[in-house]
């Protein structure tokens, strides 16, 4: 209740002073309002303030072993989680790198089968009886008679040779 007539009596007072305050300069209006501030602060004299140096340098932080072991396994937990996390990405571009490198070899291969397969054709095509008989004319070779064809390995023209093995036999200790 006495709150109410605080509020009713501040409220009345609002009201006259800004009726006064049309009339007033700005000066005027200025000084009253830091009148009005000053009677707020507590005390009759201004508020001071003071810088108060704190030497921190003679403080010894006490060591507290259970947060010495919380911060040893979180680091150990962290550095674990680091290296799988590394293991799987060096795996990762390790598998990316093989891809890269099979793909390589996969067309390497295919370059290879197709100059295979043009040099079987050139062989194919010079190796022809026909073309090889048509260069030996053109030289004026004829074809040998019965008995002129020597072999390098001292075998006759058209004679068959059979087979032999010979089973290589170990000295016995």
């Given at each position: 209740m006495a709150?109410?007539?605080?509020a009713g009596?501040?409220?009345a007072?609002?009201?006259?002073?800004?009726s006064?305050?049309?009339?007033?300069?700005v000066?005027?209006?200025?000084?009253?309002?830091?009148e009005?501030?000053?009677?707020?602060?507590?005390?009759?004299?201004?508020?001071?303030?003071?810088?108060?140096?704190?030497?921190?340098?003679?403080i010894?932080k006490?060591?507290?072993?259970?947060?010495?072991?919380?911060?040893?396994?979180?680091?150990?937990?962290?550095?674990?989680?680091?290296?799988?996390?590394m293991?799987?990405?060096?795996?990762?571009?390790s598998?990316?790198?093989?891809?890269?490198?099979?793909?390589?070899?996969k067309?390497q291969v295919e370059l290879?089968?197709?100059?295979?397969?043009q040099l079987?054709?050139s062989e194919?095509?010079?190796?022809?009886p026909?073309?090889?008989?048509?260069?030996?004319?053109?030289?004026?070779?004829?074809?040998?008679?019965?008995?002129?064809?020597?072999?390098?390995?001292?075998?006759?023209?058209?004679s068959?040779?059979?087979?032999?093995?010979?089973?290589?036999?170990?000295?016995?200790?």
């Amino acid at each position: 209740m006495a709150t109410m007539a605080m509020a009713g009596r501040e409220m009345a007072e609002t009201q006259t002073r800004s009726s006064q305050r049309r009339g007033m300069s700005v000066a005027e209006r200025n000084r009253e309002m830091y009148e009005q501030q000053r009677a707020r602060r507590r005390g009759p004299t201004p508020e001071m303030f003071f810088a108060k140096h704190i030497d921190n340098s003679r403080i010894v932080k006490a060591d507290d072993p259970e947060r010495r072991k919380e911060m040893r396994s979180f680091t150990i937990a962290m550095t674990m989680f680091f290296v799988l996390t590394m293991v799987y990405v060096w795996q990762h571009f390790s598998a990316i790198e093989v891809g890269y490198r099979v793909e390589a070899q996969k067309t390497q291969v295919e370059l290879l089968r197709e100059q295979n397969r043009q040099l079987e054709l050139s062989e194919a095509q010079l190796s022809d009886p026909g073309r090889i008989d048509h260069i030996a004319k053109e030289l004026g070779l004829d074809t040998p008679l019965p008995g002129q064809v020597v072999r390098q390995d001292g075998m006759a023209g058209n004679s068959s040779v059979m087979a032999q093995a010979h089973i290589p036999v170990l000295p016995v200790n």
